[in-house]
């Protein structure tokens, strides 16, 4: 076996190429438990998704779909993962999440320039959230997107927060409906219904205890420190 400690669970994963290799090197763990969750993709699983999608190296698929794979399975242990970036200050967990491309991780690398040493990023583009008996907990995982930001901790989840671009910085909560039908929008939905239901069982947790933003912002530390004022206070 080669087992890894993520989200809290145990996980016996295998990889071939070293970008997984990297990215999970920090989460590797001698533990000899049974594992929760089995990864193991073969050379033709890697070869047949290379060869759907061209624009990928072998490499690069194998990175993608263990994540994938993950995942899907992480919602059968209350979790989920959010297309979000998520920066960690004072053990604290807050959320920002937009469409590819709208500045979410130029939002919060502004937390890491103000904060400084307070401010860690736990996930750059993919951190899950779980809940635990300890609550609902944001962790660090491997995959993070096209970057290496991430470190194997969790924190409390304080918020998330969904942004958007704009020339004044304007923070506000939103509606549970709401709320409910952006996060679905930002997260992997499975495929099985009985996975479809647990999924939203989750979610329902999630939201009710958890506020929930929408934000306008332009690039500038101010946006950073409204967001901070306004969600720390929850």
């Given at each position: ?40 993709l ?48 004072d ?60 470190i ?27 709320a ?15 996975e ?35 969600m720390?206070?929850?």
């Open positions: 076996m080669n087992m890894h400690k993520i989200v809290g669970l145990s996980v016996d994963m295998g990889y071939k190429y070293d970008r997984m290799k990297t990215q999970a090197a920090a989460y590797r763990t001698d533990e000899k438990a049974k594992p929760n969750i089995t990864i193991y073969s050379d033709k699983y890697i070869a047949d998704k290379q060869a759907e999608n061209p624009h990928l190296t072998l490499e690069q698929c194998e990175y993608i779909w263990t994540g994938a794979i993950f995942y899907d399975a992480l919602i059968n242990f209350g979790g989920f993962v959010l297309h979000a970036s998520a920066v960690m200050v053990g604290r967990a807050y959320l920002f999440s937009a469409p590819s491309g709208t500045g979410k991780s130029t939002h919060t690398e502004l937390w890491l320039r103000h904060f400084g040493d307070r401010a860690k990023i736990l996930n750059d583009d993919k951190p899950a959230i779980r809940v635990t008996e300890n609550g609902i907990r944001v962790f660090g995982t491997p995959w993070s997107g096209k970057t290496d930001l991430n194997n901790t969790d924190a409390e989840l304080a918020g998330i927060c969904f942004l958007e671009r704009s020339k004044h910085n304007h923070i506000e909560e939103i509606s549970k409906g709401e409910i039908v952006l996060v679905l929008n930002q997260t992997l939905r499975p495929v099985g219904e009985k479809m239901t647990q999924l939203l069982d989750t979610l329902d947790i999630v939201i009710s205890k958890t506020p929930i933003y929408k934000m306008g912002c332009n690039i500038s530390e101010e946006a950073a420190v409204m967001a901070y004022e306004k720390s206070k929850k």
